[in-house]
């Protein structure tokens, strides 16, 4: 059974850079069917896709975060990452890791962190 | 890119059907058949309902069903059970930004 797992720091200081990383266990990230991505959910608010990554090292972002945004893999780890710069209180939510199909489907996520902006 | 548009909340009592309505556009929702519906219970993450409009994952209920007319998409829940009540987002692929999201639907069941 495939199983995503987020770690990182829980609290960021304003302006300072988030780094979550996502460990893949049950199954490859060097599988050609899947991507792999982040999305996040700000306290009592709706979801927000961040940007997908595939083994390979392509990258996709949301063009709203893209300035800020790095999603990186390592595949020796089984592992993808995500950094977010400049980070302010809006940047404050759960951040999930999640598998994406080739067909747009989001059918595996990690718990979730929840990661707090503030000084 | 704006948020795709569901109701705010929808209510039904145990065993009636309910559906949760999603509009977008035609960059988005209109534009492909890659609209998917998701679970969410509190404290826990999304769970898949509903893929390419109208399929469902193995595991998931057949009282989920899944439809789509132009730029909206439909997620309908028959003979509604108490562990139905959660909130549910749809999703689409969009030609501008990748992926879009719902605005969320919070399930009650009376």
């Known amino acids: 059974q495939l199983q995503l797992q987020e770690s990182g720091p829980g609290l960021v200081k304003p302006s300072e850079t988030l780094s979550l990383t996502c460990t893949v266990s049950?199954?490859?990230?060097?599988?050609?069917?899947?991507?792999w991505g982040w999305i996040r959910q700000p306290p009592g608010k709706g979801l927000e896709w961040i940007g997908s990554?595939?083994?390979?090292?392509?990258?996709y972002y949301n063009p709203s975060l893209k300035s800020r945004v790095t999603i990186s893999v390592d595949t020796s780890k089984n592992q993808f990452s995500l950094k977010l710069s400049s980070v302010t209180a809006a940047d404050t939510a759960v951040y999930y890791c999640?598998?994406?199909?080739?067909?747009?489907?989001?059918?595996?996520w990690g718990q979730g962190t929840l990661v707090t902006v503030s000084s | 890119q704006s948020a795709l548009t569901q109701p705010a909340s929808v209510s039904g009592s145990p065993g009636q059907s309910i559906t949760i309505s999603c509009t977008g556009t035609s960059s988005d929702v209109g534009g492909y058949n890659y609209v998917s519906w998701y679970q969410q219970h509190p404290g826990k993450a999304p769970k898949l309902m509903i893929y390419?409009?109208?399929n469902r994952p193995s595991g998931v209920s057949n009282r989920f069903s899944g439809s789509k007319s132009g730029n909206t998409a439909s997620l309908t829940i028959s003979g509604l059970q108490a562990e139905d009540e959660a909130d549910y987002y749809c999703?689409?692929?969009?030609?501008?930004?990748?992926?879009?999201f719902g605005t969320g639907t919070k399930v009650t069941v009376l």
């Open positions: 999703s689409s692929y969009t030609s501008s930004t990748h992926y879009v």
């Open positions: 990554i595939y083994y390979s090292g392509s990258t």
């Open positions: 390419e409009v109208s």
């Open positions: 999640a598998r994406r199909t080739v067909t747009h489907i989001f059918d595996y």
């Open positions: 049950g199954g490859s990230i060097s599988s050609s069917s899947y991507y």
